[in-house]
Every structure is written in C-alpha cells, then in structure tokens.
C-alpha cells in the first residue's frame, strides 16, 4: 500500500519562475493539504482540497495556488518566487479531511 | 485561532535516560492533539494521537503522551531512550470541527551513547 507521494525531490528555482509540485495521496484517502516548513519552523498550513475544492486556506498570498484532480492527487502552484519561498513542501492526505494526516516525504525547494 | 508551545528547542539526553518533551497549546474550543516525528531530510511520520477517551496514550515504540486539559499539555515522554530516538519532534493540534494543523515549533531530541 503505498503511502503519500510528492515529487520532485528536490527543486532549484531563480527569483520570480513559477514553480509546481505534485502530490499522491494515501491509497483511500481522498483529501489533500499543503504545508510550508521553513528551515527550523514548524510546518504552516497552505490550504487544503477536497473533492477538487478548496476547503479551508491558511495565511498565504494569492501567489500560492493549487489544484486537486479526479484521481485525488494534487498539484501546489506557486508564481513570482520569492528567496523567502525556500522550504520543504510538504504535502498530508487523509478521508474526508479527517484528523488523522499522512504525510508524504516532502519537496525541497531552494529560491536562489 | 489555535496555537502550539514547545518550551524546549533542543534536549540533548543520555542513552537509556528518561525524556520528557513539552507542549502546551492555546485553543477556545475541543481539539485534537498529535506527535509528529521527523528524521531528518524525511516526512513527518505520526507518533500517536488523542481523540477521545483515556487521556494516556501510547505509540508502539515506548513513548506515551498524556492529555491535561486543566493545563492545556500534552506532553510527550518515554522512560528510556535509544540512539534511533534522535530526531525532531512535533507537537500538533486540530479542532475538532476544522481541517487545519497547527505546528509548534519542533524539538530536536539528541540522544547522547
């Protein structure tokens, strides 16, 4: 059973690309969030979809965007990076947005 | 809105020693609570959770987190630790009627042979 998904790895980004990263989740999970972890910080809520919605989004500009596909997997958009967008992106799925969350390796992105 | 304290940023401790991880939290209604472990350049991986119910809860490796309400904690212990125990350690809370997590800010834990 393989658990949640993200790719790619690792990203290396100049100031003001657009980037994209993508998520699978948890086989039976039908509910995805996106999480920001600056380096030595807790992660920070970005938003969440369900049914290819966005449910609930945390504080975050309108530069970050996102989408969430029949299949359930999604995908995180960010436009005019920023160097304070360097983080490791973590993606968490669950069912129907309840409270157990899975979490997926994560994507390094570097801004330089 | 919710938020989380860890009160120690670092706890280095000796191998086969006790630990306790601190987390206290803020909330005006119920909410979840939750451990995350995160080795590094991984995931976080679920430490254990409580719902509902007794306010002792366990994971399968030793280490047991137990709810206070009056005091808002949820501190996270284990009576002897491994050198495989060295990581980070998340505290997390939910409400129980909302999506969101809301993440301390992590304690690493070093556990010295």
């Known amino acids: 059973d393989a658990g949640v998904t993200q790719s790619p790895t690792h990203l290396i980004k100049t100031r003001g690309q657009q980037v994209t990263l993508r998520c699978s989740p948890k086989?039976?999970?039908?509910?995805v969030s996106w999480y920001q972890q600056a380096l030595g910080q807790g992660p920070q809520f970005i938003f969440q979809?369900?049914?290819?919605?966005?449910?609930q989004r945390g504080n975050f500009p309108d530069r970050f965007s996102g989408h969430q596909f029949p299949n359930y997997s999604s995908e995180l958009n960010v436009n005019a990076l920023l160097l304070g967008d360097s983080a490791l992106y973590l993606c968490a799925s669950s069912f129907q947005g309840r409270n157990e969350q899975y979490f997926g390796p994560g994507t390094r992105l570097t801004v330089t | 809105a919710q938020s989380v304290t860890q009160l120690d940023s670092q706890v280095p401790v000796f191998e086969e020693a006790p630990v306790e991880l601190r987390c206290n939290y803020s909330?005006?209604?119920?909410?979840?609570l939750f451990w995350y472990v995160q080795y590094p350049n991984q995931g976080l991986q679920l430490l254990l959770k409580?719902?509902?119910?007794?306010?002792l809860v366990k994971s399968i490796n030793g280490f047991e987190a137990e709810f206070n309400k009056s005091q808002t904690s949820f501190h996270l212990r284990k009576p002897s630790v491994h050198i495989s125990d060295t990581a980070e350690y998340f505290c997390?809370?939910?409400?129980?009627?909302?999506?969101?997590?809301?993440f301390g800010t992590g304690t690493s834990l070093t556990v010295i042979p």
């Open positions: 909330s005006s209604v119920s909410v979840y």
């Open positions: 997390a809370v939910s409400e129980r009627t909302g999506n969101q997590f809301y």
């Open positions: 409580y719902l509902s119910g007794s306010t």
């Open positions: 979809y369900y049914e290819e919605e966005e449910r």
């Open positions: 086989s039976g999970h039908d509910t």
